[in-house]
């Protein structure tokens, strides 16, 4: 961790540091901040008066040096993290102050990737507000659709009106679960499909409304279960269909595949239609970005590009002009959820690893708030357990729309799902995790 001592060079003949660099004016002083981003200074405050105190950055901890107790009051009034007065042996005072600073460092880095993240979820809770109230107006639509439909099928017996009346019902009904869904946003559950069931839904529903002069295959699949509502794979699914569709006005064909990758599940969608340019493929995923002028809104494809990689997958795609296009889609496949324990008791922690390892779940052990942070945007759902010696900073704003929490605190049970005791055992703990 890099160390700037501001004072005269005597100071830096006495202490033996690596990376400490030693300044002698403010101005220099600058140019070391512009290239280390964050760090540890020391300041000889005998050396540099109070009004040369205003370059104080708050990416930085800093440790004040002086042989008045008024001069060092007067600093830590201003932002000053350590003061030591200047009594022999005053440097080892400050080796130990390095050591406090450093940790005070980390805390402070800590702190700032929570604020930038609660700002983020922040951000998140106002837009689902938002989709929330459009997604309730749109369903009362869809009730009425449906509604209208329905007594329409129970008034008319002729067969095919009764299949047409069948499918606007049906497709009435993904409607309103894709509404559900985004009134849902806030309250993300740990999701996971069948994908063979889904695709015989996608078939059904899609096959009533294709030209006669496209046909659509789909290939039979072993049942496997990916980590995505079976909703959300419908819209998926549906969005690249229906651009194939319309990327073939002479009729072609449509194929649908999948197969297991290494953890994935793979799902290959292709048409035989007019394909599209590099510049245009390279666009595709843009919001607002559409072909097909006032007839598209542009946020098909943005939508199921942003599904796919809120669920940790992947999708690519390849197209040349008259040589159709291919998309294809890696989904993760679904497991029990992930674990993450953030205790300060390790061989607490050590043994409910070993015990949930032991039952087929992974689990990842965090020494501190940071770490979690860190793991959980690898994994997007799970449980995790905090220790009463966390309870009171935990930030739980960014972790109770994916996450079960499991929490030795009581003093907000809305917040909490099991209440645990710091004096829990490991095998308390692991009762209470509600894993499959």
Same mark, same amino acid.
């Given at each position: 961790?890099?160390?700037?001592?501001?004072?005269?060079?005597?100071?830096?003949?006495?202490?033996?540091? !690596? /990376? #400490?660099t030693c300044i002698q004016n403010t101005q220099d002083a600058q140019r070391w901040f512009a290239s280390h981003p964050f760090g540890i200074v020391i300041l000889d405050l005998d050396a540099f008066p109070a009004n040369d105190w205003d370059f104080l950055l708050p990416d930085y901890t800093y440790i004040g040096l002086s042989h008045h107790i008024t001069l060092l009051e007067q600093a830590q009034k201003q932002g000053l993290d350590i003061a030591i007065h200047k009594s022999l042996p005053f440097d080892k005072h400050l080796y130990l102050a390095i050591e406090n600073a450093q940790k005070m460092l980390t805390l402070k880095k800590e702190n700032s990737q929570l604020q930038v993240a609660l700002c983020k979820t922040r951000t998140e809770q106002d837009m689902s507000l938002l989709l929330g109230g459009i997604s309730h107006d749109f369903s009362n639509i869809l009730s009425i659709v449906?509604?209208?439909?329905?007594?329409?099928?129970?008034?008319?017996?002729?067969?095919?009106? !009764? /299949? #047409?009346?069948?499918?606007?019902?049906?497709a009435g009904k993904h409607g309103k679960d894709l509404t559900k869904q985004l009134m849902q946003y806030q309250n993300q559950s740990i999701a996971q499909c069948d994908i063979e069931a889904v695709l015989q839904n996608v078939g059904g529903l899609i096959k009533k409304s294709l030209p006669p002069n496209i046909h659509l295959h789909i290939s039979p699949t072993s049942s496997t279960q990916a980590k995505i509502s079976a909703t959300e794979l419908i819209r998926i699914l549906m969005n690249l269909i229906v651009n194939a569709r319309d990327a073939m006005p002479k009729g072609g064909h449509i194929s649908i595949q999948t197969e297991n990758i290494s953890g994935f599940i793979q799902i290959t969608v292709q048409d035989s239609g007019i394909g599209m340019t590099e510049d245009i493929r390279s666009k595709i995923f843009d919001p607002f970005f559409t072909t097909k002028k006032e007839h598209g809104s542009g946020l098909g494809l943005t939508g199921v590009y942003n599904i796919i990689t809120q669920k940790n997958g992947r999708i690519r795609c390849k197209s040349e002009p008259e040589k159709g296009t291919c998309f294809v889609i890696e989904l993760p496949l679904f497991k029990n959820p992930q674990v993450f324990i953030l205790d300060t008791d390790f061989h607490r922690a050590e043994q409910l690893q070993k015990l949930l390892e032991s039952q087929g779940d992974t689990s990842v052990l965090c020494q501190n708030l940071a770490d979690l942070i860190q793991e959980t945007q690898r994994t997007h759902l799970g449980c995790i357990i905090v220790s009463e010696h966390f309870s009171q900073t935990f930030p739980f704003d960014l972790f109770t729309q994916q996450y079960l929490i499991l929490c030795g605190n009581q003093q907000k049970d809305s917040l909490w799902n099991t209440i645990l005791p710091e004096s829990s055992s490991a095998e308390t703990i692991l009762d209470a995790i509600p894993l499959s």
């Open positions: 961790m890099p160390i700037l001592l501001l004072a005269h060079p005597y100071l830096a003949q006495q202490l033996r540091l !690596q /990376e #400490l449906l509604g209208s439909a329905k007594i329409l099928q129970q008034e008319n017996n002729d067969a095919a009106t !009764q /299949e #047409l009346l069948q499918t606007i019902i049906d």
